[in-house]
């Protein structure tokens, strides 16, 4: 009995594999035909993404070969590691290393807290009318171009601006704070939060509104004032919302938002001024070093994509809360 | 009901202050700028300090402005990019919304993810600008909407807003024998026109303020839209197209110099200031659809 029992399995089992490889093919082809048009239909944004997203990134690969335009990308000699090793014994290196990672985190230390502080604020407010009105007003920076808005700190920063003017007050001599190296991050971090804690607070806001109303009588019952209930309820229950944001942030710290300091720096203040994009931007466009901005470049890429992966695992071993 | 204990009133009367402030923050540079705008060169240029209302009156900036012919040049060349940059944003992402919202799709997930992870790694600055070299679009209006037909962050918002419809409508239109392409236009499509509104707004703002991508890929100047002839007068300080025309002497250029700025900002952020209190319900919606769900 056992042995007719295992020879009928040795012998069924090769052709469950085949069955179950037959019916992955089935399945494929029978979703074919069900969604022909649905797969035609969506091809567009498949080649958009292909051409220009992909593309680039195989387009990287000329990191990794001497670049030269007119032979093109297969036809350009490799190079190897040749201009990773450039850009890492560069004397620029700590310098542009530093100053993004300076950047990003003091956006993210001082920035990454207004918005959420301002929705908790804003919630408190008991007049919607007033509330309404309040966030209307603060999420306009959001919409003004970043032209404007760098034009607008350049007037308020220059010598004869209204920034150093009440400086000037605090005894502070006036002068170009542009051109003042030491002033570049706190100018930087300062605006962005101008134009985004309005808009930014959006997000809590909502994830506020969701907070369900019993458990806050259920605290005051219990005798807890408003300030223990923050901690106690507020707090945790938007506690995914932050770790989630917070995650994203991560993700984006090396690419320090390169649009606005190219509108504001000088080379006078490249010391605190230039990032790594900043970087990258001259050396290929403007010195057309291709490979090996591309190379910085790549680096940039593969630091973000590694930080945001870590972000995530390390949010999934601490908390409950992850992007997947 | 909070109890209004004296802690309590303190800290509402603080809050109320507080937001005060926050609303004069937001609104003072604007109002800054306003008030320089009309206010005399003369009057502006030896002035520090806050400003509470102009200094003087005067209009020369905006008439310097509105006659300068590279202002016009920029506003036609955005609209050029917003109106086309729309169509083909509002069609890929509808598109690419439907099919990521249907049932019982085999390869869905797969293709989301592919996408998804755009968000995440780029080839880089360099790569991307090869790219569109390559495809003989640099120094073309079309560099400046075709390599971002798609925001990937909106076709989320865009996609779970789709997968709110009811399942029924899809099945029984495919029972009356309707291809997914008749389903998208017919049944879908006037079904999400609020989430097409927040789309349109989103890549419309993407458009008007853009300036990076114009700069990288267009030399020729006639090209150049609204925010790179922005850069040019305000970053670049270069006022001499709107000179020409106007009877200042050499101190006085400096001076009009000034105030021409500020009506230039006013001119170019105008459309904006005006739509936005309308359109700013929309915009929050759309951040309310993505966050909840996304």
Redesign the interface.
Known sequence: MGDTLSIMLTNMLPKATAATKQSKRN??IK??K??K???L??L???L??F??????????V?AFKNFKPALG?LGSPWVGLKYFKEFFSSMYLTRIVGNTLTISFASLLFGFPVPII?AL??N???SKR?SR?????????H??????I???I???VAS?G?IV??LSLFGINPTNLLGVESAFVPIYVISGI?QE??WGS??YL??LT?IDLSLYEAA?IDGA??WKQTIYITLPSIAP?IMIMLILRM?GLMNVGY?KI??LYSSAIYKTADVI?TY??RK??LEFN?SF??AV??F???V??LL?ISANLLSKKLSEYSLW | MIKMTLGRRTFVFFNTIFMLLMIVITLYPMLHVLFASVSSPSLLISYRGIMLKPLGFSTEAYKAVVQNPMIGIGYQNTLFVLFGGLIINITMTSLGAYFLSRQNVLWKNTIMGLIVFTMFFSGGLIPFYLTVKSLNLDNTLFALFVPTAINTYNLIIMRTSLQSIPLELEESAKIDGAGHMRILLQIVLPLSMPIIAVMVLYYGVGHWNAWFNAMIFLRNRELFPLQLILREILIFNNTNDMMVGTNTGAGDVEMISETIKYAVIIVSTLPILMLYPFLQRFFVKGVMIGALKG
Not at chain 1, 51 to 60: D, E, R, W
Not at chain 1, 133 to 141: E, S
Request: charged share 10%; proline share 3%; aromatic share 20%.
């Open positions: 399945r494929i979703d074919f069900l969604n048009s649905l797969y239909l969506v567009p944004v498949l958009y993404y051409i220009f997203c992909y593309g680039p990134m195989y387009g990287a000329i990308i301002f604020l804003l408190e407010i008991k007033f009105i309040t966030q209307i007003i603060t999420y306009l920076p919409f003004i171009s970043l032209v404007v760098c034009s607008l350049r007037t308020f004869n209204i003017y009440l101008w804690f309005g959006i997000i909502s994830a969701a005051t004032g408003r919302t993700g649009e190219i509108l994009s990258v931007y290929g466009l291709w901005s591309t470049g790549l940039n890429s593969v973000n994509f945001l």
